[in-house]
């Protein structure tokens, strides 16, 4: 069964920084599409970033030029670098795993940027 595990969620100060880390397992990382997704209190689950298995990149406009995703598939981990935090960047940030009719999802991280 595919796992997938987040970290490196926590609290941090505006403008302050996070790199977020998805490790998964039983699968093969490397032919899968990877994403970040968020969800704040209230709110509907939104596309953060996304990484295909040709590294090509999307980012929201929200994030764009504050969020960097990567990947590497010799570990077969994710990364969702993010500088730059404001308060509404606040959630629950889940990894993704989409391989044609495939999804998989992790349990979440939280993030609070707060002062």
């Known amino acids: 069964q595919v796992q997938l595990v987040e970290s490196g969620g926590g609290l941090v100060q505006p403008g302050g920084s996070l790199r977020l880390t998805c490790a998964a397992s039983?699968?093969?990382?490397?032919?899968?599409?990877m994403g970040w997704y968020r969800q704040a209190p209230g709110k509907q689950r939104e596309l953060v970033a996304r990484?295909?298995?040709?590294?090509?990149?999307y980012y929201a406009d929200s994030v764009k030029g504050r969020f960097a995703i990567s990947r590497d598939n010799a570990k077969n981990t994710v990364y969702l670098q993010m500088n730059s935090l404001k308060p509404e960047d606040t959630a629950v940030y889940y990894c993704?795993?989409?391989?044609?009719?495939?999804?998989?999802w992790g349990q979440g991280t939280q993030v609070t940027v707060s002062s």
């Open positions: 039983r699968m093969t990382f490397s032919i899968y599409r």
């Open positions: 990484i295909n298995s040709d590294s090509s990149t």
């Open positions: 993704n795993a989409e391989f044609v009719s495939l999804s998989y």
